[in-house]
């Protein structure tokens, strides 16, 4: 716990109370913090321990919240919370109900903007500088630019306009040579060459007409006071290139800086992992990534993309063994997409591995370069549904719905491991339009990877219990806990339950079966209702003047918090009990 005499430092009002001298203990002490509150749970704690000093100068030099200060990624921020009347409530990070794990503007006055996703402060911050301009106003703009962000498209885009402008706005680079996997690309490269000689002609900042500074040693506190403090008395677009660790201030996560990017529980005094919960079961993930790489190695067309997630995606294996087979692209799912659609076009099948809240960014992509030429690309659309404890910037509740309405393009959702296989090995059989596989992140209700593969009908689904009176129709990994449903309610042979696999298509020779035969039509999935599976059974009735009831059920209109799998389906009606005492309330109906 923190000492007597820094107890009582919330804000940065408090900080500015303490002495130089004082500060580097206090950053000890602000580390073992965050070190003893993530060792009891889910967090990101690598990035965080490494911005520690730079979190401490930062308030301590600029008049924060009046300056404004913007972390990109957010998850670097969690001293930035403690130091932001957050200390008492930090220990209910990600918790539902408790704080955010990412920069949050509803949530405190020091957050003024919110960033759950890479890339975005620079542009943000220069917003805000050129409306201090146009209203008059006196203030700084920093944005913290971290974790290998400073590679994707938008923060290039943002430099490029930057260095046009004479906005006030100070980036600090925070230069850790990692994202979540190390960093990969020649700006990497770069840096890694200025931190070791100084370039006597102009660096890429500079070419940029961008006063730059640095390399700095991003751990020394009196020396970021003193450069910031000569920062803050300059005007004007300009960058400070800082250098930290990852990890830093606990041994394991200085070594091993992948796996502490967000450990779970560990012991906070030797930093070592708890023993893992034996789980017979294994991941959607490990499925994914074992079975491409089984295809790829005997398929040499198969090329796996991936913006920065290998370990994520489940591709570290595949990275290693298949190097040439395999592509980490980075923070730059804009540039995944096109460069898949570019060897799409030359005749290799490339696999792009983007999580569902991340493909968002590549919208016009996936329609310009992919769908409207029709190229043969496979979508393994990671985190659909609901993750989790990283709240609304990450759950994969709208994919279905922005890619739905795309020409050309076809969309499954498995309900399995086993059908996730078959669906992988099924498509790389050759396709001519492109695919899109969604599934979600957790365990499987496999316990080992098989390759007895099975080749599937594209766009039928299946009849997985008969009944006489309500139709169930459901979408991926729901169907399981349906099923569960089914096996204890009363009277459950009028229901009958039926897996779609296939958003688009729709197998309309099923649903033609189900509006000719069942009195009601409920529809259950994990997305977004409005524009979703839902939306187009509705479309496909009233296209053929089906009148029968049809109920949706799925996520309403609203971005879903942060918490607990299991809570946060209970409060969106998905969980176990919410459908049974939905299915019991419509047979109470019917047999009524």
């Known amino acids: 716990m923190a000492l007597d005499r820094f107890k009582k430092i919330h804000n940065p009002s408090d900080l500015r109370k303490l002495l130089p001298k004082d500060l580097k203990a206090f950053a000890e002490e602000l580390r073992k913090e965050i070190i003893l509150i993530l060792s009891k749970g889910e967090g990101h704690l690598g990035s965080s321990l490494g911005t520690i000093e730079l979190t ?21 921020a969690y001293g930035h919370k403690i130091l932001t009347e957050r200390r008492k409530v930090f ?25 759950g996703h890479a890339g975005t402060a620079i542009s943000a911050a220069l917003g805000m500088a050129i409306s201090a301009e146009l209203q008059k106003q006196n203030r700084h703009h920093i944005a913290v630019v971290g974790d290998a962000s400073i590679a994707n498209g938008m923060s290039f885009e943002a430099l490029n306009h930057l260095g046009t402008t004479k906005a006030n706005v100070l980036v600090v680079l925070n230069d850790n040579s990692m994202g979540i996997d190390p960093s990969v690309g020649a700006l990497k490269d770069y840096f890694t060459k200025i931190k070791k000689v100084i370039p006597t002609t102009p660096n890429f900042f500079q070419s940029l007409n961008l006063p730059y500074q640095g390399p700095i040693d991003g751990h020394d506190i009196d020396l970021l006071i003193s450069v910031l403090k000569n920062q803050k008395h300059q005007l004007g677009p300009r960058v400070l290139h800082i250098v930290t660790t990852k990890g830093k201030g606990l041994f394991e996560a200085e070594k091993e800086q992948v796996i502490y990017h967000s450990p779970g529980k560990f012991d906070p005094i030797t930093g070592k992992l708890n023993p893992l919960e034996k789980h017979k079961k294994i991941k959607f993930q490990q499925i994914f990534g074992q079975t491409l790489l089984h295809l790829a190695q005997k398929n040499k067309k ?24 395999c592509i980490d692209v980075g923070i730059a799912e804009q540039h995944a997409v096109t460069l898949a659609a570019g060897m799409a076009s030359q005749g290799i099948l490339p696999f792009c591995v983007i999580y569902s809240t991340f493909l968002q960014r590549a919208y016009d992509q996936i329609i310009h370069d992919v769908a409207l030429q029709k190229l043969p690309i496979v979508f393994c659309i990671d985190r659909s549904g609901i993750v989790g404890h990283d709240g609304p910037t990450h759950h994969g509740l709208f994919d279905i719905a922005f890619l739905r309405c795309i020409p050309n393009l076809q969309i499954v959702s498995p309900r399995d491991g086993v059908e996730l296989q078959n669906i992988l090995y099924t498509a790389q059989l050759g396709i001519d339009f492109p695919l899109v596989i969604r599934y979600p992140r957790g ?34 990994t729901i169907a399981k806990t349906i099923a569960s449903v089914l096996s204890e309610i009363e009277c459950s042979e009028a229901f009958a339950h039926f897996d779609l696999c296939f958003v688009k298509p729709l197998d309309e020779v099923l649903l033609e079966y189900v509006f000719k035969n069942f009195k009601i ?63 019991q309330l419509l047979l109470n109906k019917i047999m009524g």
Do not use: C
């Open 91 to 115: 220990k209910n990070l990600r918790q539902r109900h408790g704080i955010s794990g990412f920069p949050k503007r509803e949530e405190s006055k020091y957050d003024p903007f919110g960033t």
């Open 302 to 325: 198969i090329v796996a993309i991936t913006p920065a997630m290998p370990t994520g995606s489940g591709l570290v294996n595949m990275m290693k063994i298949l190097p040439n087979q």
């Open 443 to 476: 365990y499987s209700g496999q316990e080992i990877v098989l390759h007895d593969f099975k080749k599937i009908p594209f766009g039928k689904g299946k009849e997985l219990k008969r009944g006489n009176e309500i139709a169930i129709l459901s979408l991926g």
């Open 56 to 76: 401490l100068a930062l308030h301590y030099v600029f008049n924060t919240p009046k300056d404004l200060l913007i972390w990109d990624v957010g998850h670097q």
């Open 521 to 583: 039509v409920i529809v259950f999935e994990e997305g977004i209702k409005k524009g979703g599976v839902g939306s187009a059974i509705l479309e496909f009735a009233a296209e053929r003047e089906y009148h029968i009831p049809i109920i949706l059920e799925g996520v309403d209109d609203q971005f879903v918090p942060h918490g607990k799998i299991a809570d946060l389906m209970s409060e969106v009606g998905l969980d176990k009990k919410s459908i049974k005492n939905k299915l």
